[in-house]
């Protein structure tokens, strides 16, 4: 199910790049959290535990390294040699599951695990369908809604990648949206956060940091640093590339007070994960335009379960105010005739270099559904960023 090391998110290769220069002691944990809670069949954890078992031959093959080489210039020489011997190592993840209560949990070496979180989520969503035997469209409907998603996204001259690795129904069918997404894409598709798929279909690979990068710079300096420094090490890693900023670890409200005129001007723009996207919208436009920036220079990448609709909604809204692409995960790769899941795998605590002790790391976003953190530490996170 995962044969390529390149079968992961282009924003786990920038953030390990980044971690191995700034962190590389420090050690975190990841958890799996089915947020509605869907029972798995019996004999799921085995089977999940033989594909994790099988992810430890991979290595990144020559002609994948020349393609990082060639279409992500922006990693290092010696981050490219290091990912060539980079290996999975499954003692570092453990698998229980209690009748269908299915546990999943991460720990280690940061710029290590932090491969682990796309590829599981990729294999638990494709072994779940598999296990309960579940019946897709044939492909050729599945080809047929993705050209017509993607003619329309073309007619309304919006700007489209495939964000769907983490949901999605099968290796097969990602496949299978992002060679339809290729071919019928036109202007639209600007390529995909999968850095196979992007190799395998010539596109660009697509992504940043997500938020674990921010999470972590809590849990090391403090929440109310947390944005600052975040940015601060992005920009010293990267100089100007990859310049689009997570918004909402924290809040958008609380990020917009670090996001001064040095970031705003370095960064190309941010991106919309949770809350509202057009009060999101709106925030941003008055926030540059505070800084004497043109909007219409920058851009927001929406990539909130977006479909068809939402998207349509939100361009109109935007259009001739600011720049804007869109990151479509699962509504690409899971739209095939079943009900999605609803998982996340998530950054826990951490342990940074010299410190004694683990700290919990906490999400704060813009829905307040998608929090994550222990109740203590969740409150303690408010009350020191001032938030209700």
């Known amino acids: 199910m995962i044969s390529s090391i390149l079968d992961n998110d282009l924003y786990k290769f920038s953030m390990q790049n980044a971690v191995v220069k700034l962190f590389p002691r420090a050690k975190v944990r990841y958890k799996f959290i089915n947020r509605n809670q869907t029972p798995f069949p019996e004999g799921f954890a085995e089977a ?116 769907g690795t983490r949901r999605r129904y099968s290796h097969a069918v990602q496949d299978l949206v992002v060679k339809n997404l290729k071919e019928y894409g036109g202007n639209a598709f600007t390529g995909s956060s999968n850095v196979f798929f992007a190799k395998k279909y010539d596109t660009t690979p697509i992504g940043t940091h997500a938020h674990e990068w921010f999470m972590f710079h809590g849990a090391k ?88 609709e939402e998207v349509a909604k939100i361009a109109d809204y935007c259009r001739n105010q600011i720049g804007m692409s869109f990151g479509v995960g699962t509504n690409f790769t899971n739209d095939v005739g079943v009900k999605p899941l609803n998982i996340v795998i998530k950054i826990t605590d951490a342990l940074p270099e010299g410190g004694q002790n683990w700290v919990s790391t906490v999400k704060l976003s813009d829905t307040a559904g998608k929090h994550t953190g222990t109740q203590k530490a969740i409150k303690l996170c408010k009350d020191l960023l001032e938030i209700d």
């Open 48 to 163: 999940l535990r033989k594909e994790i078992y099988k992810m430890a031959d991979l290595k990144l093959q020559p002609d994948e390294k020349d393609f990082l080489e060639r279409r992500c210039y922006y990693l290092d020489p010696t981050y490219l040699d290091f990912l060539r011997g980079y290996r999975f190592d499954p003692s570092e993840v453990g698998v229980i599951q209690i009748s269908g209560n299915l546990q999943v949990s991460v720990e280690g070496y940061w710029y290590r695990t932090i491969m682990w979180e796309v590829p599981l989520m990729a294999l638990i969503s494709e072994l779940y369908f598999k296990l309960t035997n579940s019946k897709p469209f044939s492909d050729d409907k599945i080809a047929e809604i993705v050209q017509k998603k993607i003619t329309n996204y073309n007619y309304k001259a919006v700007k489209v990648a495939d964000f």
């Open 221 to 308: 300096y403090g929440y109310k640093i947390a944005n600052k420094l975040a940015l601060e090490h992005w920009v010293e890693v990267y100089r100007g590339d990859l310049g689009i900023a997570l918004s909402d670890t924290y809040t958008s409200d609380v990020f917009f007070r670090a996001f001064d005129k040095k970031f705003a001007k370095l960064f190309d723009g941010v991106r919309q994960d949770s809350g509202d996207p057009l009060l999101f919208a709106d925030k941003v436009i008055a926030h540059y335009k505070s800084l004497n920036i043109d909007p219409k220079s920058k851009v927001i990448v929406f990539s909130d379960g977006l479909n068809p």
